[in-house]
């Protein structure tokens, strides 16, 4: 039972060995967009049997003539948004891709946005702290300014009848 256990350590050391020098490294599955190329990137280790192809819907697969890992979509347009996949004989891996891509897209990561964030703070703040420091210089001069204060008592409205009574109502002279 030794001898067993000690052919599967010895295994699982080989293995780790070729992964780790990357003889037997098998990539994960990853849809990429940088501008307008989108880069597929086949998860399957046998890279000399591997073909790429497009699902048509008319049944007719389209093969796309690599048999490379990863495989780029140029000039990316809508009628590329559809279903494709790799296979290396045996093994089988879909993507299924509908994207929007642009020449002069602006890629906004997290850094980006903090940067843009603080800096609206940062110049917001320079703007309250001018006013501030601008009021404080002028405090003096201030001062002087008084609220604007009739010149006269404000007049009263004129009197009002009373409901009963109307203003061509005949007065009664005696």
Do not use: A, P, V, W
């Given at each position: 039972m030794g001898a067993k256990m000690l052919w599967a350590l010895s295994g699982i050391v080989i293995a780790a060995t070729l992964q780790w020098l990357g003889v037997a490294a098998q990539t994960d599955p990853s849809v990429t967009v940088a501008g307008t190329t989108v880069t597929l990137t086949c998860p399957l280790v046998e890279p000399n049997k591997l073909e790429w192809f497009k699902k048509a819907k008319s049944g007719t697969d389209t093969d796309l003539q690599s048999v490379e890992t990863k495989?780029?979509?140029?000039?990316?347009?809508?009628?590329?948004?559809?279903?494709?996949?790799?296979?290396?004989g045996t093994s089988t891996y879909s993507f299924y891709i509908r994207a929007k891509v642009c020449e002069s897209c602006i890629e906004l990561n997290t850094g980006l946005v903090i940067g843009i964030i603080c800096g609206d703070l940062f110049f917001t703040l320079l703007v309250a702290g001018l006013v501030y420091w601008f009021a404080k210089q002028r405090g003096a001069a201030a001062k002087d300014f008084r609220p604007l204060e009739p010149a006269y008592p404000p007049s009263r409205p004129p009197p009002t009848a009373a409901a009963h009574q109307s203003e061509y109502a005949v007065k009664s002279h005696k």
């Open positions: 495989y780029d979509i140029s000039d990316f347009t809508d009628s590329n948004n559809g279903e494709y996949y790799c296979k290396d």
